[in-house]
């Protein structure tokens, strides 16, 4: 079981907005930032967010951030096709002493 | 940004060990942190543990604590990520990442390209 909780799946139409949600503890997202992750798959993660709400160059603004006490989420507004991937969030575990991760969200553009 | 390639897919036996190798490139090694995660088929992610070059300190996950070595060799700018023991569950594919920001607040920056581990009889 992933330290961190994620819906399994999420899906969307083309230009809707979409929300993926992340749920720990104090231990983890309560204490310290939040990570987010997209996973095309069959290919190697690619950090999307940061730092609970930054974004590294090259990541389209349509992707959002944000983080309250022990819950973050990632909004994606514009849905395109080429979204459809597998998203993660993380976070460092206080009491693990190292990053944890969510399952994974599933995202489906239907 | 620094390009990760790490070395090919592997098939091991129950018990044996396997080592990992992931090389940089376009960056300044030793001043870099390096993370190994893995993906078990169909899974999610799971922190194995990461090192300092330029410090030479590791840290492991106390999941793997005893079974798990990382190293880094700064003349060849290359990570390596040694697992003994392996049974079945170790089956993943086994990613390098450097890690980017300080300690609690850093993330995977840049990962390879991934290498499958499959552990079978």
């Known amino acids: 079981q992933s330290v961190l909780t994620q819906p399994p799946s999420a899906s969307g139409t083309p230009g809707q907005r979409v929300t993926i949600s992340c749920s720990g503890s104090?231990?983890?997202?309560?204490?310290?930032?939040v990570n987010w992750y997209q996973q095309v798959p069959g290919t190697a993660p690619k950090i999307l967010i940061y730092s609970n709400d930054q974004r590294p160059s090259g990541v389209p603004d349509r992707f959002s951030g944000s983080k309250s006490g022990t819950s973050a989420s990632l909004a994606i507004s514009g849905l395109q096709s080429e979204d459809e991937a597998d998203y993660f969030c993380s976070s460092w575990d206080d009491s693990l002493n190292g990053p944890v991760f969510g399952g994974g969200t599933k995202l489906t553009v239907l | 940004q620094v390009q990760l390639v790490q070395s090919g897919a592997e098939v091991k036996k129950p018990g044996s060990s396997v080592k990992v190798s992931c090389k940089a490139s376009?960056?300044?090694?030793?001043?870099?942190?390096f993370s190994w995660v893995r993906q078990a088929p169909g899974q999610g992610l799971e922190w194995m543990g990461r090192i300092i070059p330029i410090l030479g300190i590791t840290k492991y996950a106390q999941k793997f604590q005893g079974r798990v070595t990382i190293i880094a060799d700064k003349s060849t700018s290359t990570a390596s990520m040694e697992l003994s023991s392996l049974r079945s569950e170790d089956t993943a594919v086994y990613y390098c990442?450097?890690?980017?920001?300080?300690?609690?607040?850093?993330?995977?920056?840049?990962w390879g390209q991934g290498t499958l581990v499959t552990v079978s009889s």
């Open positions: 990442a450097r890690d980017v920001g300080t300690h609690t607040g850093s993330y995977h920056g840049d």
């Open positions: 376009g960056g300044t090694f030793s001043s870099y942190s």
């Open positions: 104090s231990s983890n997202i309560g204490d310290n930032t």
